[in-house]
């Protein structure tokens, strides 16, 4: 699938709140929030509750903070969708821990008989590779050891996709100015996100050349 060749690019940091842990058993999203990022700042911001019309479980519900009762008044979650496909549209897609948004993504879009068109790229595994000696690399924990102001209350949508974007912009400055980059291009990201983190450096060092514009 080809990806914009550089960060001038319009990128997306995809972040949902859900029931659980997996489509395949039953759970659906409650809440989705979607962050653009362009030129290396942040543009623009989406964000829904979403009703499923399933319930939610009491330890999710005090996890995020997101009651049955807000879920009642939301949205339908397929017009919650309609409305985020026009929002992201073909973007490249960022997430923390992206498997986890990337397979309600798919289920979501499934429901409404549309499918993903574009990349999932894991801030996660990126920042393994970048901040290797962080104490851990959840996102509270990786943002607070890059020095990443905290967009809101941890496990609700908006705030988790603002915090990731703001840790994606510290991560591409960071490489900037280790390795004299002039710009990073997306490609580099998704190169980088499935290097052996032992390797990272050296991959990093080996291609800087051929990164800088």
Not at 66 to 75: D, G, L, V
Not at 149 to 157: K, L, M, N, P, V
Not at 167 to 193: A, G, H, N, R
Request: net charge positive.
């Amino acid at each position: 699938m080809k990806l914009p060749v550089g960060t001038n690019g319009k990128i997306i940091v995809l972040d949902f709140e859900t029931t659980g842990l997996s489509p395949d058993m039953g759970d659906r999203a409650t809440e989705v929030a979607a962050v653009m990022i362009e030129g290396g700042c942040i543009v623009d911001r989406f964000q829904s509750l979403m009703n499923a019309g399933v319930r939610i479980p009491a330890f999710v519900e005090e996890f995020t903070g997101i009651t049955n009762k807000m879920i009642q008044k939301a949205p339908p979650a397929g017009r919650v969708m309609e409305s985020l496909v026009r929002f992201v549209k073909s973007c490249p897609v960022i997430a923390h821990n992206a498997s986890f948004d990337r397979k309600f993504f798919d289920a979501e879009l499934s429901r409404i008989r549309r499918t993903r068109q574009q990349e999932f790229i894991c801030s996660m595994r990126l920042a393994r590779r970048i901040f290797p000696d962080a104490p851990g690399h959840s996102l509270e924990t990786v943002a607070r050891y890059a020095g990443v102001e905290q967009g809101g209350t941890y496990h609700r949508a908006l705030a988790d996709a603002t915090t990731t974007a703001r840790l994606w912009i510290k991560m591409v400055d960071w490489l900037k100015t280790t390795y004299s980059l002039s710009e990073v291009p997306l490609s580099l990201m998704v190169q980088l996100q499935s290097v052996p983190k032992s390797q990272s450096r050296r991959f990093l060092s080996n291609c800087a050349n051929e990164f800088c514009v």
